[in-house]
Nanobody
Framework: VQLVESGGGSVQSGGSLRLSCQVFGYAFSSYCMGWFRQAPGKEREGVATMNSVGGTSVADSVKGRFTFPQDNAKNTLYLQMNSLKPEDTAMYYC?????????????????WGQGTQVTVSS
C-alpha cells in the first residue's frame, strides 16, 4: 500500500489550496480513509474521516471550510481547503485503515502518506 500526497504550499489567510492523495495497492473505497495534520510541537490531529459507506466525520475546526471529494476511477482523495487561517498551518497527511468504519484517531490507521506542508500567512 502506498499513499502519495501532493498539492501543499504557501497561501495567504483567506486563500484556498487543494491537496491530493493518490492511493496504490489498496481499494480505498472499501475502507476508512482519513486526513490528519500536525503542527510543530503539537500532536497529530484528525481533520476528517471517510468510511466505506459514504459517511464523513469532520473536525469542528474545519467544518464549513474544508471538503473531501474523491475520484474512485483515479483512486485519489482530495482535501479542498477554503478560507484558510494561519492556525491551519501544518503538515497534512492522508491515511488508510484496514477497517471499513472510522475513528478520528491516528491509531486507527496503519498506512500513511509522506505528508505535504501547508503554510498560511496572515
Amino acid at each position: 500500500v502506498q499513499l502519495v500526497e501532493s498539492g501543499g504550499g504557501s497561501v495567504q489567510s483567506g486563500g484556498s489550496l487543494r491537496l491530493s492523495c493518490q492511493v496504490f495497492g489498496y481499494a480505498f473505497s472499501s475502507y476508512c480513509m482519513g486526513w490528519f495534520r500536525q503542527a510543530p510541537g503539537k500532536e497529530r490531529e484528525g481533520v476528517a474521516t471517510m468510511n466505506s459507506v459514504g459517511g464523513t466525520s469532520v473536525a469542528d475546526s474545519v467544518k464549513g471550510r474544508f471538503t473531501f471529494p474523491q475520484d474512485n476511477a483515479k483512486n485519489t482523495l482530495y482535501l479542498q481547503m477554503n478560507s484558510l487561517k494561519p492556525e491551519d498551518t501544518a503538515m497534512y497527511y492522508c491515511a488508510a485503515s484496514n477497517k471499513w468504519w472510522c475513528l478520528l484517531d491516528p491509531s486507527h490507521f496503519g498506512y500513511w502518506g509522506q505528508g505535504t506542508q501547508v503554510t498560511v500567512s496572515s
